[in-house]
């Protein structure tokens, strides 16, 4: 329920009011909190797609008394979760995120604005996605018995599937307080997701654990090598040519990586060249296969090189 309520707690009052009302037992199963320009709000679990009424009711039926966002309330929701500082997060929503509290994160979608071939800014905001993070101590061990003691490993998995649940847990396994031998590691939170440090005290990722917060993966990589001597570093969502640089630099500074990458099975992350030379290069030793959103954590598969 606390993570429900970090995910809404920057809404609108019109909005918050009415999903701070939700019954407790339906809130813990909410996944996403979804608000479209003209559309109906809803609130995605894992098997059913749910309808708040004018009134404050659920219901699973899609009808004429339902709560919508027209393009005011679009710029409103945006502009609230944004901390009344659209200008702030400008970079951010450019590339279709904005940080919540505990790890939460909202996706945002509208009309781009171009410069230089590069989303600059984003205006006549359509698409708001709040995606509510979950906490799960001890996620990790299916992954942990699957890799051994592998410590340089990619974990893909479809949106929902527990990435990022289970990158906050393997901090916590290598690095916390419980750790026979405690790893340094270092995260690179380039959306702020992981450790969720923007407000302050954020999520428990071990006692042995430093982050760099809303740095650029390739950036922040290069830094932690550099000054803060990991033994892990722990990335989210790779797959870019200046990532795979710096992951194959950092590499022979004998640093291991546990990154998580967008993907369905492991011919589905070859066919993209980044990952691809990432893996022929020897930066990952093994892949972890999830086994999707019903499943969240746990293992499909695991491919050794």
């Known amino acids: 329920m606390k993570q429900y309520l970090n995910a809404i707690s920057l809404l609108p009052d019109k909005y918050k009011n009415i999903l701070s009302a939700v019954p407790e037992m339906k809130a813990k199963e909410i996944k996403e909190i ?17 309808y708040l009424t004018q009134d404050g009711k659920l219901t699973s039926v899609y009808c004429d008394n339902l ?31 904005l940080p919540l509290k505990g790890g939460c994160k909202a996706g945002v979608g509208g009309r781009a604005v171009i410069r230089n071939g590069a989303v600059y800014s984003v205006s006549a905001f359509n698409s708001v ?8 101590y001890g996620c990790s061990r299916d992954v942990i018995k699957s890799v051994g003691d592998c410590k340089s490993y990619l974990i893909i998995g479809q949106p929902l599937s527990g990435k990022t649940t289970l990158l906050r847990d393997l901090c916590r396994y290598y690095s916390g307080k ?22 302050g005290c954020g999520e428990y990722i071990g006692e042995h654990t430093d982050v760099l917060t809303l740095y650029p993966k390739a950036v922040g990589t290069e830094i932690a090598v550099r000054t803060l001597s990991p033994d892990i570093i722990v990335l989210d969502e790779i797959g870019g040519d200046d990532e795979s640089k710096a992951l194959l630099s950092a590499m022979n500074s004998g640093v291991d990586f ?34 999707g959103k019903n ?10 090189f």
């Open 34 to 50: 979804r608000f479209r320009n003209g559309g109906a709000v809803a609130l995605n679990t894992k098997d059913e797609v749910c």
């Open 67 to 97: 709560l919508r966002s027209d393009e005011k309330d679009m710029y409103e929701i945006v502009f609230m979760l944004s901390r009344r500082s659209l200008h702030t997060y400008q970079d951010m929503i450019a590339k279709g995120f």
């Open 129 to 136: 996605n709040i995606r509510v993070s979950r906490e799960f």
């Open 178 to 199: 419980d750790a026979i031998k405690p790893l340094k590691t270092v995260v690179i939170d380039e959306r702020d997701e992981i450790a969720s440090l923007s407000f």
């Open 258 to 291: 546990i990154a998580t990458a967008h993907g369905n099975s492991f011919e589905d992350v070859m066919r993209r060249p980044n990952i691809k030379t990432l893996i022929n290069g020897g930066v990952f030793k093994k892949i972890v296969v999830l086994q």
């Open 295 to 304: 499943a969240p954590c746990k293992v499909k598969e695991t491919v050794s």
